[in-house]
């Protein structure tokens, strides 16, 4: 521990006003307080201050991740050897995980502090920890086979317009990682959509086709049972639960999804409300829709909506990014209430573009600030004046 | 008497044992004018200068009216100033103990008395800012009926000193002081925090009890949950042992000199106690470590100030709190399970930790802009959604802020304590407002 402050200490003088290195402060600063977190001097009132910082804050989301990347790197991997018929055990598939997975994290996590070092400096800022966790969870919701350039371009969209032109962490409207992921969905739709992204097929053989559940429903006919039409893709309750089928690296387990949310509502850095509204929103849209439309998707149960699709992560994991979502208790009921409605509402009638979440959280996103201005204005007007 | 429950707030314990330790006397004492808000102190002796008890010391530009005594009898050793020719202490070195005196008042004659006769005694005798009107908390006009007086038998910090202690023996004076409320002011207001306990005879008149956590007994927090109309804003307060001095001064023509003050904290290697020392007495006269490595706080640890460099009880902060300072940075401190941190947020394991917790006089990271996290709104006291106020107040939008509440705020300190972005919430809040202040008058 000494070895590593006294390198920090040593190293100093070349990062600060006169160094070498001057414009690269924000950089040694945050690698400095990566290792060490700093105290901070007290200069006003109140004397005492909580232990809680961003980063402790940020750190408790990618712990709730860690379950569904290790899962999504076995999953990914036992996925892409079970199609090209290799080593299925439970090394192998991990290992073809890790050679698929690391690639897209190392290049999320690497061209996003890039872009994060680069404002900073230009900002004269400290880098803020919010990207720990967007360069996490961006490569959770791309398909396995994405190129290494695309998600490079995704992820510079979604820092760049997603954060940094409205003034970086904290002042953003849309949660950076999905508009990453917005992006190149509407960039590269072949390989972001279809049948064929889903497994991870290297560059020199044929993609593997295979059909994720969403897309089984969206070429359903009214009379189709649809339950059975999963049970015979192998996507029966329990697959679809536990998530091993093939879909975005991280997204496929719902069991996951939920312990991670039920990590967040214990340590109560993830809004209670805004997922149980969305779980609400969705199950009762779900059901009033299969009660009074006749689609494809009225035959869609609701536990079958909120296992299906990127529903369960998209409101444990990026609807609870309270920047982007409101801060009032009220607001966030609403706010869950209506990604829910609306994910169902994409999904049913617009069956081109079966992936409601996404859309429904970036739709909200904007909403948020209304809600907040609508239920503060409430509120406030009830006090009573003090003048 | 009604019960008042007020949620919200948050409760940093020290527990100070209601044992009074036997009186300390002093050699010298200092003055400390910065540490009452607003006044322009402008001083009234020089260096050597022979003082008696109740010799005015300075007195407050805005209004020349008003003095601040001398607690103690001797000569002026010395004036510190500090940045921009803020006086920082007046020390006085104890010597020939001769009192200023004023006129006096029988205890009977008190209710017979004019109210301007009486205003005009406390005002001579240098203790009307003792008074304090809401929502600024300055002193108040001397000329104005306040709609109520509150008086609050606790301290403004949780740590001060308790009502069973330096009630004890003083009920006769508490009551005058009383008589003398009912002069200033047609209503009476005696508030106490519900786990306190008061000697009986005082017990009985107590017209509200308050439970909950800090600051659930400061006047202000107290006032926003019973106020009914817009006017009762403007009331003033009073503290329990800030009255028994009043009365103490009206009914013996004599500035009264000593006050019952605590001394506690993280650090104290002594007994947290209570102690009756002269006002203005240093604090190494009280604790027999050393504590120059500590930081001091007086006034209370969440809404009181660093008075590391001048250690002596004050004319407004009744304790003392030893802390330790900010320690080493912490390798990998933010994964760290945290057993025993200080924190309100359940990322640490310490909230199944109920027994000891660190305590420490640091920030604990550093700051960054708002997350909309709405922890701030959880904890304030008197409802406020204090990021949307700080924000009104960063973009200047006066009317705005109001609205918000930010008039209500009652300084606690409780947002900024439970910010995750470590933004001076309560810091800039209580600067806009008298900022706004110093605008009206
Ligand atoms: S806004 Fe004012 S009253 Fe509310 S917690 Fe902050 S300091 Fe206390
Ligand atoms: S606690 Fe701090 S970060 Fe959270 S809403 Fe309040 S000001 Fe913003």
Redesign the pocket.
Do not use: H
């Given at each position: 521990m000494k070895f590593m402050r006294d390198l920090f200490k040593s190293n100093e003088k070349f990062f600060t006003k006169g160094g070498m290195f001057e414009k690269l402060h924000p950089l040694f600063d945050a690698t400095k307080t990566f290792f060490f977190l700093p105290k901070g001097k007290i200069r006003s009132f109140p004397f005492l201050r909580d232990s809680i910082e961003l980063k402790r804050f940020m750190s408790i989301v990618i712990l709730s991740l860690i379950p569904l990347l290790i899962f999504g790197i076995y999953n990914t991997g036992y996925q892409a050897n079970l199609a090209s018929d290799s080593d299925i055990s439970l090394q192998g598939a991990f290992f073809k995980g890790l050679t698929i997975t690391l690639p897209l994290i190392i290049v999320s996590y690497s061209v996003g502090f890039t872009w994060e070092i680069i404002f900073s400096v230009i900002r004269k800022h400290k880098i803020s920890e919010g990207f720990l966790v967007t360069g996490l969870l961006y490569p959770l919701i791309l398909p396995p086979s994405i190129s290494l350039i695309q998600a490079a371009v995704g992820i510079s969209f979604g820092v760049i317009i997603g954060k940094e032109i409205f003034g970086g962490t904290?002042r953003n409207i849309l949660n950076p990682a999905l508009t990453a992921r917005a992006f190149l969905f509407f960039a590269y739709p072949s390989s972001m959509s279809g049948d064929s992204v889903w497994i991870f097929s290297g560059s020199n053989v044929d993609a593997i086709t295979s059909a994720t559940p969403l897309s089984i429903v969206a070429n359903a006919t009214i009379s189709d049972n649809i339950s059975m039409i999963f049970n015979q893709a192998g996507l029966s309750l329990k697959t679809l639960f536990f998530g091993s089928y093939p879909g975005c690296i991280g997204e496929t387990s719902a069991f996951l999804c939920f312990i991670g949310g039920l990590i967040l509502i214990i340590t109560g850095i993830g809004s209670f409300r805004t997922i149980i509204g969305g779980i609400i929103g969705l199950l009762t849209t779900s059901f009033l829709v299969s009660y009074f439309f006749k689609v494809p998707f009225a035959n869609v149960t609701p536990i079958q909506h909120l296992l299906i699709g990127g529903f369960a992560f998209g409101i444990v994991f990026m609807a609870t990014d309270?920047v982007s979502s409101p801060?009032m208790n009220i607001s966030r009921w609403i706010y869950g209430f209506l990604i829910g409605f609306l994910t169902v509402v994409i999904r049913v009638f617009n069956p081109a573009y079966p992936e409601g979440v996404m859309l429904a959280i970036l739709f909200m996103n904007i909403f948020a600030p209304l809600l907040d201005y609508v239920e503060t204005r409430i509120k406030l007007g009830k006090r009573m004046p003090n003048v | 008497m009604k019960n008042i429950n007020i949620k919200k707030g948050y409760t940093q314990v020290f527990d100070v044992e209601s044992r009074l330790e036997k009186a300390i006397s002093s050699k010298e004492v200092a003055l400390t004018p910065s540490r009452i808000p607003f006044i322009k102190p402008k001083l009234l002796v020089k260096k050597g200068d022979l003082l008696k008890i109740g010799s005015p010391v300075f007195f407050d530009k805005r209004n020349p009216e008003i003095k601040f005594l001398s607690p103690a009898g001797g000569v002026v050793k010395n004036i510190v100033f500090g940045e921009r020719r803020v006086i920082k202490k007046i020390l006085i070195v104890i010597e020939k103990e001769e009192y200023e005196q004023f006129e006096s008042i029988n205890h009977d004659k008190i209710s017979k008395t004019d109210r301007a006769d009486l205003v005009k005694h406390i005002i001579n005798g240098g203790l009307w800012p003792l008074f304090r009107e809401l929502p600024y908390r300055d002193y108040p006009n001397k000329d104005k009926i306040p709609p109520q007086i509150i008086v609050n038998l606790n301290s403004p910090e949780p740590e001060g000193p308790s009502p069973s202690v330096y009630l004890e023996n003083e009920e006769n004076n508490f009551f005058a002081g009383l008589e003398i409320l009912n002069k200033l002011s047609d209503k009476t207001f005696i508030i106490s925090d519900a786990s306190d306990e008061v000697p009986d005879q005082i017990d009985k008149l107590i017209t509200h009890k308050v439970a909950g956590n800090y600051p659930a007994n400061d006047p202000g927090t107290f006032l926003y949950h019973i106020k009914k109309n817009i006017p009762e804003n403007s009331s003033w307060y009073i503290f329990g042992q800030d009255l028994i001095m009043i009365a103490k001064l009206v009914l013996s023509g004599k500035y009264p000199t000593d006050k019952v003050v605590t001394v506690s904290g993280s650090m104290n290697k002594d007994d947290n106690l209570h102690y009756r020392v002269r006002v203005g007495a240093p604090l190494n006269d009280l604790v027999k470590h050393t504590y120059d490595d500590f930081k001091i706080i007086q006034g209370g640890v969440f809404r009181g100030y660093d008075t590391s460099d001048t250690p002596y009880s004050g004319y407004f902060e009744n304790s003392f709190n030893l802390l330790k300072k900010e320690g080493e940075d912490a390798l990998f401190g933010f994964v760290m399970p945290g057993f025993k941190k200080n924190t309100v947020s359940k990322t640490f394991f310490s909230f199944l930790n109920t027994g000891t917790r660190e305590i420490e006089c640091s920030l604990n990271g550093e700051e960054?802009?708002?997350?909309?996290?709405?922890?701030?709104?959880k904890f304030c006291p008197v409802d406020m959604f204090?990021?949307i106020t700080?924000k009104a107040v960063y973009a200047d939008e006066v009317e705005e802020a109001i609205f918000s509440g930010l008039l209500d705020c009652v300084e606690c300190g409780v947002?900024s304590f439970?910010?995750?972005?470590?933004?001076e919430?309560a810091k800039d809040l209580k600067n806009a407002k008298s900022e706004y202040y110093k605008e009206q008058v």
């Open positions: 904290g309270p801060g | 960054r802009a708002c997350v909309n996290c709405g922890t701030c709104s204090p990021n700080y947002c439970v910010c995750p972005s470590k933004i919430l």
